[in-house]
């Protein structure tokens, strides 16, 4: 017995040793490392990059955000760095793409000489990129910078200009008649254009005293409705087709229900929904429509014309009669004189279209068109839709073709309840005929 409880005895002062032994060891561990730490045995010194100077000298290159530039100066620079960047892509496409991108979201062209300089450092001696750099400088540098403001006529006017400020106002709205209609909003505005650009020009001088400082959309009420100028009756035949699933022109179950009625009396609803000077969503709505049961129209009959501006924008301005399907469709329209040049509807259009005006507010659509997905617009979706209708003074339907003892016919009435500069402009409207 007591030799074993000898035996145990040495058994727990081996472990109790142990014990000790491994916290001193963890201990004397913890100080050394904490040592290695402090003497800076762990510290990386790293080393300087040897392009550090070349790397010095793109990050300080000239910030010129901030800087008053003509636009004559801003062209120069703008083009100095297309040079580059063609050259650039020449040897390397993939980042060429890239800084391409970047480029179009920012507004600085130092920026971009900043990518092209950072990326260059890989390109090190690169002897066959540095000579076609040069060869790329010196074709730009044999031409010089041209000021015209913009190749396209109409769009140099100052027509053009107020014009795009009115656009920009109801972009919202555009957008959102895109949507519910199924259309890239781009093709809209596209049929806006050609007839804003008409009204504007056919009254210049009424422009330049009301529409150019106001910079508002002119709305029609006699004949044609709206800021598109819509027909009555193509406007109900738009309609027409919506709820037919056996016409050429039908859309689809996805847009059957987007221009219900609330009331029974559909024709002075729809002139209503049209003749609005407060909220033009309906016009856009109705535009939108046009240019999808057409393209439909076409595309049943085997032709594909959803990614041709220049005849959506014909068909919407000759109307649903005139459109026949068949494979050689021409750009036209009516003539519209801007400055003393005529031009047609449905160039005017493709003008816009692809010249990249107001491309940040309607941008390109991958698909220009929404497919029907089968789906119905719920109750709520259609009177979100039907609340966009203002309270707004209208003049009487049909009043166009009223008699007056003096003047033969009445085009319009005074609106005491509409402010006066709107009253002015819309006065203008009433008396521009189709």
């Known amino acids: 017995m007591a030799e074993y409880r000898k035996k145990k005895r040495i058994t727990w002062r081996t472990v109790f040793n142990v014990v000790v032994y491994c916290f001193a060891l963890a201990g004397f561990g913890i100080i050394a490392a904490w040592a290695f730490y402090q003497l800076g045995f762990t510290k990386n010194k790293g080393a300087v990059d040897e392009n550090y100077r070349y790397l010095m000298s793109v990050s300080e290159m000239k910030e010129l955000k901030d800087t008053e ?40 062209p130092m920026l971009v000489d900043r990518m092209i300089a950072a990326a260059s450092i890989y390109a090190g001696n690169d002897s066959e990129y540095n000579r076609y750099l040069k060869e790329v400088n010196a074709v730009f540098a044999k031409q010089k910078q ?23 106002k109801d972009s919202a709205l555009i957008t959102q008649a895109g949507f519910i209609s199924g259309v890239e909003p781009r093709l809209i505005v596209s049929c806006l254009v050609g007839e804003q650009i008409r009204l504007f020009n056919s009254k210049r001088e009424m422009f330049k005293k009301y529409l150019g400082p106001v910079k508002v959309l002119s709305v029609q009420s006699q004949f044609s409705y709206g800021v598109n100028g819509i027909k009555d009756f193509t406007a109900a035949a738009v309609e027409e087709h919506l709820k037919d699933t056996k016409s050429e022109f039908y859309m689809g179950k996805r847009y059957e229900n987007i221009l219900d009625f609330e009331t029974a009396d559909h024709s002075t609803e729809r002139y209503k929904r049209l003749v609005d000077y407060q909220n033009h969503l309906y016009s856009y709505i109705y535009t939108g429509c046009i240019l999808h049961q057409t393209m439909m129209q076409w595309k049943r009959a085997g032709y594909d014309i959803s990614n041709r501006p220049d005849i959506l ?12 399907p068949h494979a050689d469709a021409v750009c036209g329209g009516s003539h519209i004189n801007i400055d003393g040049k005529i031009y047609t509807f449905g160039a005017v259009g493709f003008d816009f279209y692809y010249s990249g005006e107001l491309a940040t507010t309607f941008p390109y659509w991958r698909e220009h068109f929404i497919p029907d997905n089968g789906i119905p617009m719920t109750a709520a979706d259609i009177a979100a839709i039907q609340n966009n209708m203002s309270n707004c003074n209208r003049p009487e339907k049909g009043l166009e073709y009223k008699k007056d003892t003096a003047d033969g016919v009445t085009f319009g009435e005074p609106r005491a309840a509409v402010p006066p500069h709107e009253q002015e402009v819309n006065d203008f409207s009433n008396a521009v005929k189709y």
């Open 146 to 168: 041209e000021q015209a403001t913009n190749i396209i006529p109409w769009m140099a006017t100052v027509e053009w200009q107020a014009l795009k400020d009115a656009i920009v």
């Open 313 to 324: 924008c014909t068909l919407f301005n000759v109307g649903f009669p005139q459109s026949h």
């Open 69 to 108: 530039l003509t636009p004559e100066q801003a062209n120069a620079l703008w083009t100095a760095q297309y040079a580059k960047l063609a050259a650039f892509g020449k040897f390397y496409p993939e980042n060429a793409r890239l800084i391409l991108e970047a480029a179009l979201h920012c507004d600085d």
